[in-house]
């Protein structure tokens, strides 16, 4: 269930506890688990790096997703082990946190319950449905989402997770059982786009910015960000190869299949398989 600010607000004035509520974070690329981890500092009061480098000012003068590269345990800014994630967190200055692990949700319930009165928060794995972020039991894929509350409606246990900018509400057996049907991820094709934003003050597509997309989830892809765009009172535009930027509206999906294989890449890579079965599957982190 997808909380909207009010939603939340009438949440919270009821039985739940909250160590404190992150804000909304604009996830890139394949980059959940740096931006799970990078709220849970948050949280925490620590500071040592922004979750990538655009994002970088002041004092901070580097990014979680280089610090993951210099490790070696990213191509992309993807986290595909919980382990490595609390190997990034003390590499980020963070060295209190702990890997947890459960195989039934009493013993997730209260890991959840003892580190959100503990006031901090918890990096977890789950199979997502899409881009909304919510959970799902079969398809989807391996995602991170950061719990930062819990409590109870009707006598059913629910918590209080963050993740693509959205808040979500879940009973704690469908956050269990949505872990539970995470399965191995097998090699992936990625490619780095140009995106172009035309504003309601613009005359024409600028350059907005560049993300990583699967090639396989290419459409689906930039129908998210489309609607992002949109939500922000703007237009989404691609480059093709001949130069020429193509307008992204999901409603022309014909069109789009077409112009997602005429598209200009900037970069591209391959993201390895991975045993998530082993690396994800009944673990969490707690910051």
Not at 17 to 42: H, M, N
Not at 257 to 269: D, E, F, H, L, R
């Amino acid at each position: 269930m997808i909380l909207d600010d009010h939603g939340l607000a009438v949440m919270l004035k009821g039985d739940c506890t909250i160590s404190k509520v992150p804000p909304r974070w604009e996830q890139r690329g394949g980059t959940c688990g740096i931006y799970a981890l990078d709220g849970a500092f948050g949280i925490r009061g620590h500071r040592t790096a922004y979750p990538r480098r655009f994002e970088i000012h002041g004092r901070n003068t580097t990014s979680i997703r280089r610090i993951a590269k210099r490790m070696g345990i990213t191509q992309i800014g993807e986290l595909n082990d919980v382990e490595q994630i609390a190997e990034l967190a003390a590499r980020s200055g963070y060295s209190a946190g702990e890997v947890k692990t459960f195989t039934k949700t009493e013993e997730l319930w209260t890991i959840v319950t003892t580190a959100i009165t503990n006031m901090g928060s918890i990096v977890m794995p789950f199979l997502c449905r899409d881009d909304t972020g919510d959970l799902c039991q079969s398809g989807g894929f391996a995602h991170y989402c950061l719990v930062f509350g819990f409590g109870k409606q009707n006598s059913v246990r629910l918590v209080y997770a963050a993740n693509y900018g959205k808040y979500q509400l879940w009973p704690i057996e469908n956050l269990l059982e949505s872990n539970f049907a995470i399965r191995d991820w097998e090699k992936q094709e990625w490619c780095k786009v140009m995106l172009y934003a035309w504003g309601k003050d613009d005359v024409k597509f600028e350059a907005d910015r560049p993300e990583w997309i699967t090639k396989s989830g290419m459409v689906e892809s930039l129908d998210g960000y489309a609607e992002g765009s949109r939500q922000r009172g703007c237009k989404l535009g691609v480059i093709k190869q001949d130069f020429k930027v193509h307008e992204w509206d999901p409603k022309n999906r014909s069109v789009n299949i077409v112009a997602a294989q005429q598209i200009g890449v900037m970069k591209s890579t391959s993201i390895p398989a991975a045993e998530m079965t082993k690396t994800m599957k009944g673990k969490c982190f707690v910051v």
